[in-house]
């Protein structure tokens, strides 16, 4: 069965600085996706990035990037120029897309709130 | 551009009662899905369809009824809440990109 680990329950991080979120994950699929989720205090799920498993390059958003390494099944999430808004917790999300219905439910972390100090 | 809409906010009931939860997205797609999010836990799969008429159970299905008689809506049921079922709920619908989420029913069952 696919997992995903996020081992930072907490992390912070100074304003304007940069922070890197860690995550890993554990599948034999081939086809797959990888997602960041923020979710504020107002408990809105909002999709930060994105990240399709068959291509190599690593997805950017703005201030926000992944550093994807597939053979060590490790997707982090990297904010620069942190900005208060950013706080939130964030959630590492899998999931794969091939055959039967299943395979296209997400997978969770369990998530790590950040923390941005002015 | 309502995406995916779910309603109540917020919820309180007694244990025992019935409520049902409503979802539904206007983006067409075939798979929906509810979670619920417990503090230290992430998001849990309770239960799932991949289009209309069809439905299946996700991690902790127990306690809860689902059925998808349209693509647009997806209710889910609770028959007799329990204190255990105490949590926030989410409603997604996907496509093969990403998954959009409905803002969240907090829920507390007394």
């Known amino acids: 069965a696919q997992t995903v680990t996020q081992s930072q329950p907490e992390m912070s991080v100074q304003e304007a600085e940069t922070v890197t979120l860690s995550c890993t994950y554990d599948?034999?699929?081939?086809?797959?996706?990888l997602f960041w989720y923020k979710q504020p205090p107002s408990r809105q799920m909002i999709l930060v990035i994105r990240?399709?498993?068959?291509k190599q390059q690593n997805a950017t958003e703005n201030r926000f990037s992944v550093n994807f390494q597939k053979a060590a099944k490790s997707f982090s999430l990297k904010i620069s120029d942190s900005q208060l808004g950013d706080a939130a917790m964030y959630f590492c999300?899998?999931?794969?897309w091939g055959a039967g219905g299943s395979q296209g439910n997400l997978i969770f972390g369990k998530g790590t709130k950040l923390s941005v100090k002015p | 551009n309502a995406g995916v809409t779910q309603t109540p906010k917020f919820q309180v009931l007694k244990t025992g009662q019935s409520m049902t939860l409503q979802c539904a997205q206007d983006?067409?797609?075939?798979?929906m899905s509810w979670y619920r999010q417990d503090p230290g836990m992430g998001l849990r799969l309770i239960h799932y369809?991949?289009?209309?008429?069809?439905?299946d159970q996700g991690e902790v299905p127990n306690g809860y009824n689902v059925s998808r008689s349209t693509t647009e809506d997806f209710p889910l049921r609770l028959l007799s809440a329990a204190p255990s079922q105490t949590s926030v709920y989410f409603c997604?619908?996907?496509?093969?990109?990403?998954?959009?989420f409905g803002q969240g029913t907090r829920l507390t069952v007394v």
């Open positions: 999300a899998y999931r794969s």
């Open positions: 990240q399709e498993a068959y």
């Open positions: 599948t034999s699929e081939s086809d797959y996706y």
């Open positions: 997604a619908s996907s496509s093969r990109q990403a998954a959009f």
């Open positions: 983006m067409n797609h075939e798979y």
């Open positions: 369809s991949v289009g209309a008429g069809i439905t």
